[in-house]
């Protein structure tokens, strides 16, 4: 059975890159347009991985992060961040959120493919 | 200090501070459109690009195709490059979705500037207002105490300006980024 991955991002286009890239390589994919969003769709479907972005209106990434790491059923699903943010600084705050790993933009399909699938198989 | 000194003494601060806010905001605003137009070219480059070879590569396989279909047999060549064609045109369509990802970092370069336009567009607002209420009668004293007031708005917004506008998008190129698993 396909996986299911959680794509939070507020850029519609983006959304709709990572939504094509992970399709094409036989996932299910989710769209959430901020971190609400991508909390509420977490709370009504399991899903395998989060892939969130940074800078978000509403609820930003890092605030998402450790929302769903307060649920039980998110306590260890792999999240990662897939952000435009490069610095040390932000790096260390996702990973004290809980994050598993962190993809700077732009994002190239096949690598983003073969962490996914190093990451959840 | 004399009155005249001291007068003196906040309008050069006022003048000084005005003009250090508005050059700091200005040369931001400089950097992040040039940072922005050269994103922006080098995404349409890179589109162009990638658009020509999938035109190229589709046509190619056209051509192989009508081929087949007119009963002519494709030589062991033209199979084998029948066979790589998919992997290439996965290639460019790969390469045009991180180009096309200068929209996701060219608006935040935008929102950033856009909120420093504004936040100056205020900052000049409370000095005009300061202004309005300064009468050509008004004794150096109110003067003082009025320079001394807009001085101290003005400190603020710019405190408060510069809080909104942490740089989030520090890359000069379309260059898939780093990835860096915990």
Redesign the interface.
Known sequence: MAKTILAV?D?S??RQ?VA??LKAAGYNVIEAVDGQDGLDKARQQAVDLVLTD??MPRMDGLQLIKLLRGLPDYAKTPILML?????DEM?QK??AAG?????????????LIE?VK??IG | MTRKKILGSHVKRLLSGVSAHGGRHLTEVETDLLQTERLLLEAVERLTTSFMAIHQSVEARQRSIDLLLSGGTPSAEDSARLTAMSGEVQQHVNSAITSMQFQDMTSQLIDRTLKRVTGLRDFLGTLGAHGDDLMPESGSDEIVERLGKVSMALAVQSLELRSVLRKSVNQQHLDSGDIELF
């Open positions: 991002d850029s286009s983006l890159m094509f890239s940074q800078n952000t435009t943010e490069s610095s790096k996702g990973r994050a598993n790993g962190w993809l700077v933009k732009p994002f190239d399909p096949q690598r962490v190093k990451v």
